[in-house]
C-alpha cells in the first residue's frame, strides 16, 4: 500500500503538467523551465500553479514553504536541498548527495503569523515578519546549480530590456557592478502591501461574546414578551417593540465586523518596482479632482491650500492633474485659483527641497511642533521665513478678492481683460475651462522644473435641466479628465480636505498597481481625519468608531464603503464595466470511466464550447483585417469593440455587413457613455492615456461638449456609470453598485494621516450634516437600489450587504429611539413601569444581557484601539442625533419621495473663525434642537416628580423607583452634550429653547395626568373630610 502511493506520488507531475497554466511563473513572470527528463517543472503537486524554480526554491527557504493558491505545503524535489520542516517523504528522495545543510531561520513565538496577498488576489497565506532577508540566487548558499540558474536568467531579462529599448548592451560592464541591482529587483519582487489580521486572541472572545450575547437577547426577549406587565400593557408592548428594532439593528451593524483585518503597504518597494534608476517611470497616472460650490460658505483659502496640497504630492510631476470643479460659477474661485497656481511656482519647490509635512502651507506654518526637527540644511530656516511672509502676502491677495466679492456690481462681473465674466447668472451660464495654469502648457516653479497640470472647470447650466449637485459635477470632471489626460486612476477630495500625508497616492498604488488584486479594486479608501476640533470632541465629529472600528471590518469582507472624499477609484469601474473574472482551474480527469461516459458526461460540453471558442476567433479574425484598431473588449456582459476614430463618423454608408454591425455596437456606446468619439475611445484604455491619432488642439473644444448640461440626456450616466444620482449621499451610492457588479475594495491607514479636513463643531451644523447624511440613506431605502431587495443577482457578499443594509435602516431607528426615551418619564410621572416583578431566574437574564453588552465594548476596544471617550461619545451622538436629525430625515425623506416635496441641500459651513474653538459655544437656532432638549426636560421634570412621590409615600416605594430612576438617568446622560451645547460658553440656554421645551413638556403632562390612562379607578366609598374638627 505504501509502495503504490509513493509510485502516485512520483508520477503525480507528470499528470498535473498540463494544469500548469502557460509557460510562465506566476510569481515573478518568467520561463518556468523544464526538469531534467524534459517534463514541464510543477513545483505544487495538489494544483499544479505555475511557479519557476527560483521561486520554489526562495518560498521553501525563505518563505512560507507553501504554495500560494492551495496552501499546501511543498514538497522537496530532486537536486534541491531540505529545510526545516520536510518529513522525508518528498519526491525523488535518493539524491543525498546532492543536500545541503541549509537551516531556515526560525519563527520566534513573539512574532506571529501575519496573512498577505497571495498571487491570485483571492486568498490569503501566511507570512512571517521581521525575518532574514536571504537571497535565493545567493551562489554561497544555494549551491552551484541555483547560481548558475540565476545567471541565466539575469542574462534572459537583459536580453528583454534590450528588446524593448530599454537598456543598451553596453550597459552590461562588470556583473558584479550589478550585483546590488540583482538584489534589488529581488527585493522589488516582493508584495506591495500584506495583511495584518487581528490576534486571534482578541477577537476570538469578542466573537464569542457575541454569539453569547445573541443567546442571552434570545431568552431575554422570551421573558420579556411572556410576561407582560398588565397594570401598563400600552408602555410595555411599546418597549417591547423598540427592544426588538434595538436588537435586529445591533445584528445588522455587528456582524459585518466579525473579520477585521488592517494592512501595511511597502512603498521601498513600489519605487524599486516601478522607478528604477536609469528607466522611464512606470507609476500610474492619477487625475486629482476637488469640488466647490459656494466659495462664501467654502472658504477661498482653504480650497487654496488643498491644491497646493496636491501640486506638492510626492509623485511625478507628469503624472498628476489636479481639477477644480467650481460648481458655482464664481469669479472669485477662478481668480483664487490664479493666485495659487502663481504662489505654487515657489512653494512645491520648498516642499520637495525640504520635504516638509504636511504640504498645505496654512497647516504647515500653524504648527505647535519643533519645525527644526530632522532639517540638515543651513538654508532651512532662512528659506521657511521667506515661505511664511510670501505665503502670507498670498493670503493677504486672497482676503481682498473675497472682500471685493461680498458685493456684486450690479452690470456683474468684468474679468482684466475687460470681457464680462461668463458666470455672472450661476444658473443659466455656459461651460468654462481654463488649462494653462500650470504643467506642460503652462508656467514652471521658480527653479525651472515642470509642474502638474491644474485645471479649472465649470461646467454648463441651463434652468430647464437636472444638473444633480455634486455628483453632476464628479461625472462632468470624469469626462473633462478623460478627454484632457484620462488617467487610468482617480483621486476625489472635498475643498476642505487637504493631503496631509505627501506620499498617499503612493498608499494606493501598492494596492491598485498590484499585478493581481489591482485587476478587481474598484477604489482604495482612506479614513477621514480633522483639525481643529476641541479636545473633548464634544460631538463625535472625529467618527472615530465608524473609521477605526466598521471600516475594518467591512475590509476583512469585500471591502469599506465609499464615504465621499479621500479615495483613489478605477476609472474603469466608474464606467460600469464588471471586474475581470478569476480563472478557474481546470476540472480533473481520470481514467476510472470508460472513455464513451467521459465523452458524454463532460467531453461533448468540451468540444460544442471549443467550437464556439474556434466560431468567435475566426469572427474576430475577419474584423481584425477589415477594420484597423479594433480590439475585442468583454466588459458588462457583452462583447464591445473599440472603432476606428474616422471611421466612427462616416456613418453606415458603403460599409459591410460586419462594419455595419460594428457601428451598430457604436451606437450603443453612445447611448451608454454620449455622443463624444474621443470619450468612448478612451473609455476602452484599460492603462489610460490618450488614444493614438487624437489632435490635442481639438481636446478643449471636446472638453467643452462633454460638460454640456445636454451631454447626459438619454445615456446612462448617473444609472450605471459615474456617480450615481438619486440620493444627496451619492458617494453610498456609488459605492453599492460597485460592490454589486463584483469589485471589491481596499481601506488603507496610512502611518501618517492621509488627508485631513474640516468638521463642523457647532451643535446646530453638526446636526444639519447628519441631517443630510440620514436623508440620503432615506432616498435610498425608497429607491430601487435599496440593499435590502437590490442586487441579488450580483456578486455582492452577505455581510456586506448587512452592513448597506445597516447604513440605509439607521435613520428608521429614531422612531423607537425617540419612544424608549420618553418612556421613563411617563414611568416616574404615572408610578408605572414597564417590567413587572422579576423573580430570580429573570434577574439572572437581566444581568446577563448588562453585562455583555458591556464586555463586547470592552472587547471592541481592545481589539480596535479606540479609546473609551470616543466609544463613549459616539453613544452619547447617537442618541442625539436619533431624536433630532434622524427623526426630521425620515419624514422629510417620506415628504420627498412620497409627496414630490423637495428639500434644500445646505452646504456645511467650513472652519474659518479666528479664535480657537469658537464655533463649538456659537449658537445658532434650529428645530432640530426642539425634540432632544423636551426630552431632557421631561425626564428631569420625571424625575423630582418620582422622587417626591417616594418621599411622601414612606421606604416601600424606593425600591420600585431604582429601575425608573437608572432608566430616566441613562436618558439624561446620554444628552448631556446636547445640554452643554445649550448653554454656550456663558452656560445660558437661549430663551426661545427653554420655552418651546418647557411650553410642550407641560402641554404633555397636563394632558397626562388629565387622562390618566394607567391607573385604575378606585373602587368603594370616596372619603371627604366631614367637618373643621374631623
Known amino acids: 500500500m505504501h509502495s503504490e502511493s509513493a509510485m502516485h506520488n512520483h508520477d503525480e507531475p507528470k499528470m498535473q503538467k498540463h494544469r500548469a497554466n502557460g509557460r510562465l511563473c506566476r ?14 517543472f510543477v513545483a505544487c503537486l495538489e494544483c499544479g500553479f505555475p511557479v519557476c524554480r527560483p521561486c520554489y526554491q526562495y518560498e521553501r527557504r525563505e518563505g512560507n514553504q507553501t504554495c500560494p493558491q492551495c496552501n499546501t505545503r511543498y514538497k522537496r524535489h530532486k537536486g534541491y536541498p531540505r529545510v526545516e520542516g520536510d518529513d522525508g517523504g518528498g519526491v525523488d528522495m535518493d539524491d543525498v548527495e546532492e543536500e545541503f545543510p541549509i537551516k531556515s531561520p526560525k519563527r520566534s513565538p513573539d512574532n506571529p503569523r501575519f496573512d498577505v496577498n497571495s498571487e491570485t488576489g483571492e486568498r490569503a497565506k501566511p507570512w512571517r515578519p521581521n525575518g532574514h532577508t536571504l537571497s535565493f540566487f545567493a551562489g554561497n548558499v544555494a549551491g552551484k546549480d541555483l547560481d548558475v540558474e540565476w545567471k541565466n536568467r539575469v542574462e534572459k531579462w537583459k536580453e528583454r530590456q534590450e528588446r524593448k529599448g530599454l537598456r543598451n548592451k553596453d550597459d552590461g560592464g562588470n556583473d558584479e557592478d550589478n550585483y546590488e541591482d540583482d538584489m534589488l529587483m529581488a527585493e522589488a519582487r516582493q508584495p506591495l502591501w500584506r ?131 467650481d460648481d458655482g460659477a464664481s469669479m472669485l474661485t477662478f481668480d483664487t485659483m490664479s493666485e495659487t497656481a502663481e504662489f505654487a511656482r515657489r512653494w512645491v519647490p520648498f516642499c520637495k527641497k525640504h520635504s516638509i509635512e504636511p504640504r498645505a502651507p496654512e497647516f504647515y506654518f500653524s504648527q505647535k511642533i519643533d519645525y527644526l526637527k530632522d532639517k540638515v540644511q543651513p538654508s532651512f530656516v532662512k528659506e521657511r521665513r521667506a515661505m511664511k511672509r510670501e505665503y502670507e502676502e498670498f493670503k493677504v491677495r486672497v482676503n481682498a478678492l473675497v472682500a471685493k466679492a461680498q458685493k456684486k456690481p450690479e452690470e456683474g462681473w468684468v474679468m482684466q481683460d475687460g470681457t464680462p465674466w461668463p458666470g455672472n447668472n450661476t444658473r443659466d451660464h455656459p461651460g468654462m475651462i481654463q ?239 454620449g455622443q463624444s468619439p474621443v470619450f468612448i475611445a478612451s473609455t476602452l484604455m484599460d492603462e489610460g492615456g490618450l488614444p493614438k491619432g487624437i489632435n490635442s488642439a481639438g481636446l478643449i473644444k471636446e472638453a467643452i461638449h462633454v460638460i454640456s448640461c445636454g451631454y447626459e440626456e438619454k445615456t446612462e450616466w448617473g444609472k450605471e456609470i459615474g456617480w ?207 425634540p432632544p432638549t423636551t426630552l431632557i426636560i421631561l425626564n428631569m421634570v420625571g424625575v423630582v416628580a418620582g422622587v417626591s412621590d417616594a418621599i411622601n409615600n414612606g421606604y416601600g416605594s424606593w425600591g420600585p423607583l431604582f429601575g425608573k430612576l437608572f432608566f430616566s438617568f441613562w436618558v439624561i446622560v446620554h444628552l448631556y452634550p446636547l445640554l452643554k451645547g445649550l448653554m454656550g460658553r456663558q452656560n445660558r440656554t437661549p430663551t426661545i429653547v427653554v420655552l418651546w421645551s418647557i411650553l410642550l413638556a407641560s402641554i404633555f403632562s397636563l394632558v397626562w395626568v388629565r387622562i390618566d390612562p394607567f391607573l385604575p379607578e378606585q373602587q368603594g366609598p370616596v372619603l371627604k373630610q366631614c367637618g373643621v374638627e374631623c
Open 27 to 40: 510569481a515573478c513572470g518568467d520561463e518556468i523551465g523544464l526538469r531534467d527528463n524534459g517534463d514541464l
Open 195 to 325: 495583511k495584518v489580521p487581528i490576534p486571534s486572541s482578541r477577537i476570538n472572545p469578542y466573537r464569542i461574546v457575541i454569539v453569547l450575547r445573541i443567546l442571552i437577547l434570545v431568552f431575554f426577549f422570551r421573558f420579556r414578551i411572556t410576561t407582560p406587565a398588565t397594570d401598563a400593557y400600552a408602555l410595555w408592548l411599546t418597549s417591547v417593540i423598540c427592544e426588538i428594532w434595538f436588537a435586529l439593528s445591533w445584528i445588522l451593524d455587528q456582524f459585518p465586523k466579525w473579520f477585521p483585518i488592517t494592512r501595511e503597504t511597502y512603498l521601498d518597494r513600489l519605487s524599486m518596482r516601478f522607478e528604477r534608476e536609469g528607466e522611464p517611470n512606470r507609476l500610474a497616472p492619477v487625475d486629482v479632482f476637488v469640488s466647490t460650490v459656494d466659495p462664501l460658505k467654502e472658504p477661498p483659502i482653504i480650497t487654496a491650500n488643498t491644491v497646493l496640497s496636491i501640486l506638492s504630492v510626492d509623485y511625478p510631476v507628469d503624472k498628476v492633474s489636479c481639477y477644480v470643479s
Open 435 to 673: 488649462v494653462v495654469y500650470l504643467g506642460s502648457a503652462g508656467a514652471h516653479d521658480v527653479e525651472g522644473k515642470e509642474l502638474p497640470r491644474l485645471v479649472y472647470v465649470s461646467r454648463e447650466k441651463r434652468p430647464s435641466y437636472q444638473h444633480h449637485k455634486k455628483a453632476g459635477a464628479m461625472n462632468a470632471l470624469v469626462r473633462v479628465s478623460a478627454v484632457l489626460a484620462n488617467a487610468p486612476f482617480l483621486l476625489n477630495l472635498d475643498c476642505d480636505h487637504y493631503i496631509n500625508n505627501s506620499k498617499a497616492v503612493r498608499e494606493a498604488m501598492c494596492f491598485l498597481m498590484d499585478p493581481q488584486l489591482g485587476k478587481k479594486l474598484c477604489y482604495v479608501q482612506f479614513p477621514q481625519r480633522f483639525d481643529g476640533i476641541d479636545r473633548h470632541d464634544r460631538y463625535a465629529n472625529r467618527n472615530v468608531v465608524f473609521f477605526d472600528i466598521n471600516m475594518k471590518g467591512l475590509d476583512g469582507i469585500q471591502g469599506p464603503v465609499y464615504v465621499g472624499t479621500g479615495c483613489v477609484f478605477n476609472r474603469q469601474a466608474l464606467y460600469g464595466y464588471d471586474p475581470p473574472k478569476s480563472e478557474k482551474r481546470p476540472k480533473m480527469t481520470c481514467d476510472c470511466w470508460p472513455s464513451w461516459c467521459c465523452c458524454c458526461c463532460c467531453g461533448g460540453g468540451s468540444r460544442r464550447s471549443k467550437a464556439k471558442k474556434g466560431e468567435k476567433k475566426g469572427f474576430l479574425d475577419l474584423y481584425r483585417k477589415k477594420s484597423k484598431k479594433t480590439v475585442a473588449v468583454n466588459k458588462k456582459g457583452y462583447t464591445k469593440r473599440r472603432l476606428d476614430l474616422e471611421g466612427i463618423e462616416e456613418g453606415l454608408e458603403g460599409y459591410e455587413e460586419l462594419e455595419k454591425s460594428s457601428l451598430m455596437s457604436q451606437k450603443n456606446f453612445e447611448k451608454r457613455f
Open 724 to 930: 450615481i444620482y438619486g440620493s444627496v449621499t451619492e458617494d453610498i451610492l456609488t459605492g453599492f453598485k460597485m460592490h454589486c457588479r463584483g469589485w471589491k475594495s481596499v481601506y488603507c491607514i496610512a502611518e501618517r494621516a492621509a488627508f485631513k479636513g474640516s468638521a463642523p463643531i457647532n451643535l446646530s451644523d453638526r446636526l444639519h450634516q447628519v441631517l443630510r447624511w440620514a436623508l440620503g440613506s432615506v432616498e435610498i431605502f425608497l429607491s430601487r437600489h435599496c440593499p435590502l431587495w437590490y442586487g441579488y443577482g450580483g456578486n455582492l457578499k452577505w455581510l456586506e450587504r448587512f452592513a448597506y443594509s445597516n447604513t440605509i435602516v439607521y435613520p428608521f431607528t429614531s422612531i423607537p429611539l425617540l419612544a424608549y426615551c420618553t418612556i421613563p418619564a411617563i414611568c416616574l410621572l404615572t408610578g408605572k413601569f414597564i417590567i413587572p416583578a422579576i423573580d430570580n431566574i429573570a434577574s439572572v437574564w437581566f444581568l446577563a444581557l448588562f453585562l455583555s453588552i458591556i464586555a463586547t465594548g470592552i472587547l471592541e476596544l481592545r481589539w480596535s484601539g479606540v479609546s473609551i471617550q470616543d466609544w463613549w461619545r459616539n453613544e452619547q451622538f447617537w442618541v442625539i442625533g436619533g431624536v433630532s436629525a434622524h427623526l426630521f430625515a425620515v419624514f422629510q425623506g417620506l415628504l420627498k419621495v412620497l409627496g414630490g416635496v423637495d428639500t434644500n441641500f445646505t452646504v456645511t459651513a467650513k472652519a474659518a473663525e479666528d479664535s480657537e474653538f469658537g464655533e463649538l459655544y456659537l449658537f445658532k437656532w434650529t428645530t432640530l434642537l426642539i
